[in-house]
């Protein structure tokens, strides 16, 4: 999966309409694919905030917590 290419992508849809609720989710879910997990975090925090019934994007939250827990982050 080229997961820059679809962080790019969700970071230019985001420039025209910030709470698009698909471009929020590819760049939390292209994030957590870089393994960047202090950024994948709040990137599915704000999904959440425009979608909060979405279970994909509350999985993935919780996985990238769970991540950033392991490796002594926040």
């Not at 969700?10 to 910030?18: F, M, N, Q, T, V």
């Not at 870089?34 to 994909?56: I, T």
């Amino acid at each position: 999966t080229d997961y820059e290419g679809l962080l790019a992508t969700a970071d230019e849809l985001l420039k025209r309409e910030p709470k698009l609720f698909v471009a929020l989710k590819y760049r939390a879910e292209a994030l957590a694919g870089l393994e960047r997990w202090e950024e994948a975090v709040p990137a599915y925090r704000a999904a959440m905030r425009v979608r909060a019934s979405n279970k994909d994007v509350k999985k993935g939250y919780w996985r990238a917590r769970q991540q950033l827990k392991q490796q002594g982050g926040n």
